[in-house]
């Protein structure tokens, strides 16, 4: 069952945050948990402590629901609430108490993944699903206590919830995360559940016209139904246009637990029969040919309309990957990803992401090379020598890439199947012809400990194909730690371009990287052992045959943000100090 599928809703009193941005996490760390604390993140959110819904936007301000554990750093499937946190930016958060507990029948035995709707009127509603007494999966609903509370800081649960029980054709046990409710043309609002159905990955939709009694739609079609896929789960169904236009899409996510990946399908959606037609038909219903939201270590990502500027705003969770001992030595577990804007790219096929322009705010020290700096084979230049941009920093570099002439010849097409494999084959350390050339991050002064991430291109036949890895494998000396290579291909005519962009946001325990403008994304963690003692220092590489040019380097120090940060006395603070 996901362990997270994040909610986040839009609220917020109005702080000043300004004099904040700078402030550290007031954590004193012990000597022996400096280790620790230099893993802990700057800017990505995640709670004070202990192991961490739907987003939604309300009157200006940010609301961020998340799954969450108050008693402990692993994750328990009796504690589950619903931590709450709230911002008026989105990068610094402030901490409030948990919203939902796991204290009714109906949800007695936790409080799980859910998301956020605005109702008429301007009422937040929750939806979430309560494992009942009987260790039943139901949907409820939750109200705010007081709605002129600009905080929102009391919820209530009806007592005539559950409002979806268990269905008949259903386990107990697989029907979970509703969906944000969307209103249709006939005034009826849908929502869409994850459900097995006669051992079928199903997505459900059910209709409600007051947002409590909600029947399912039995005479259509699931949105997507995979016979071959597994239990899936976080569904999230939201319209997308391309940057600045009109809706001409839908984008169906879902969350599969066989490969612990999201992944999506751009297509249409006719509300008058609710079928989903996707743009890509040829990638079937097997979700796992789907496009991937990321390549690398996230899942149960959701999205929410973001108001106030217009866009579509995604969030993702990215749980550790050294051993639960781990986590419970450092008293917290897991972080979301920092937030994404997406739309949809011009071929009508494919989502764009970029992290929220909000970033910005923390840009201090900017380092760089000289626009045009040439890459021959062999080529390592460093970017920064240590201070806080090796540890929490963006980089935003634009390779040229002169010729093609020399990319590497694939005539099996069965060896670009599998791009997390080809990444594993052809590291960072194994020359090619046109690359691999990319970023070091990360990385001790003696290089022993990196990560690398990097582009490579492929010829098969008449074709390019651009593959894009982060490589973990030398990320960290430790032992019992997941190190993998990540990797997939970016969805561009390289051949046309000849350049290929790479942003990198580095954040302690946390990296992503955002290829060919956020057509390929990969997320990733990391635990290197020199943070503790020493600094991290960053490159640009070449390992092709082929000469590379930098076009364009600017990598800036990020100051640290005021993220549900812990007071010297131990306690949580409620908000930033100014």
């Not at 605005?118 to 206590?145: C, E, H, M, R």
């Not at 839908?250 to 612990?260: C, E, F, G």
């Not at 739309?343 to 705010?361: A, F, M, N, S, Y």
């Not at 590489?541 to 006395?569: C, H, P, R, Y």
């Amino acid at each position: 069952m996901a362990r997270l599928c994040l909610a986040v809703c839009a609220i917020f009193f109005l702080l000043c945050l300004h004099a904040s941005l700078t402030s550290s996490l007031r954590l004193n760390p012990t000597a022996e948990d400096k280790g620790n604390h230099a893993r802990r993140t700057a800017y990505h959110f995640q709670p004070a402590k202990n192991w961490q819904n739907g987003p939604m936007y309300h009157n200006g301000m940010y609301h961020l629901f998340y799954q969450y554990n108050p008693h402990g750093a692993l994750w328990d499937i009796g504690n589950l609430s619903w931590g709450h946190s709230v911002s008026g930016d989105l990068v610094n958060w402030a901490a409030l108490d948990t919203a939902l507990d796991p204290t009714s029948p109906f949800d007695i035995n936790g409080c799980w993944s859910g998301s956020a709707t605005i109702l008429p009127g301007g009422i937040p509603a929750i939806l979430y699903t309560g494992i009942d007494a009987d260790k039943n999966q139901v949907q409820n609903v939750a109200f705010p206590k007081n709605p002129s509370d600009p905080l929102l800081r009391q919820w209530e649960k009806p007592a005539y919830n559950p409002i979806i029980p268990l269905p008949a054709d259903v386990p107990g046990d697989k029907f979970r995360d509703p969906s944000t409710a969307w209103l249709g043309h006939d005034g009826l609002w849908r929502i869409a559940v994850s459900a097995e159905v006669a051992g079928v990955a199903s997505t459900l939709v059910y209709k409600s016209k007051d947002f409590i009694r909600w029947d399912r739609i039995a005479a259509a079609a699931p949105l997507h139904a995979s016979h071959a896929a597994g239990m899936v789960e976080c569904p999230d169904f939201f319209p997308v246009s391309h940057d600045g236009g009109q809706v001409v899409r839908h984008v169906l996510k879902v969350s599969v637990m066989d490969t612990l990946q999201d992944y999506y399908m751009v297509g249409r959606y006719d509300d008058a029969t609710d079928a989903f037609s996707p743009s890509e038909p040829e990638r079937g219903d097997d979700c796992r040919s789907w496009r991937r939201l990321d390549y690398g270590h996230v899942y149960a990502s959701k999205s929410f309309h973001d108001k106030r500027k217009d866009r579509r705003v995604v969030w993702a969770w990215a749980n550790e990957s050294d051993s639960q001992a781990d986590d419970v030595a450092r008293g917290w577990s897991g972080v979301q990803t920092f937030p994404r804007k997406a739309w949809l790219d011009e071929d009508g096929k494919q989502l764009l992401q970029w992290p929220i322009e909000e970033i910005e705010t923390l840009r201090r020290r900017r380092f760089g090379l000289r626009r045009g700096t040439r890459l021959d084979a062999g080529a390592l230049r460093e970017i920064a020598a240590g201070g806080v941009a090796g540890l929490q920093g963006d980089v935003e570099v634009v390779f040229r890439i002169p010729s093609l002439e020399e990319a590497e010849r694939v005539d099996d097409p069965n060896s670009l199947m599998d791009p997390q494999k080809l990444c594993g084959e052809k590291g960072a350390d194994v020359p090619g012809g046109v690359g691999p050339f990319g970023l070091i991050v990360m990385a001790s002064g003696d290089l022993h400990e990196h990560t690398a991430v990097f582009f490579r291109v492929f010829k098969h036949h008449d074709n390019y194909k651009l593959l894009m890895c982060t490589d973990l494998r030398k990320s960290s000396t430790r032992a019992g730690v997941y190190k993998p290579p990540y990797g997939g291909f970016v969805d561009m005519d390289i051949e046309e371009h000849k350049t290929i962009s790479l942003r990198t946001l580095i954040d302690h325990s946390v990296m992503e990287s955002f290829g060919g403008g956020g057509r390929a994304c990969i997320t990733a963690r990391v635990y290197p052992e020199h943070v503790a003692t020493s600094n991290s220092h960053m490159y640009v590489f070449n390992n092709g045959t082929d000469t590379v040019k930098v076009v364009k380097l600017d990598a800036w120090e990020l100051a640290t943000a005021t993220v549900n940060v812990i007071g010297d006395d131990g306690a949580q603070q409620r908000h930033s100090e100014a």
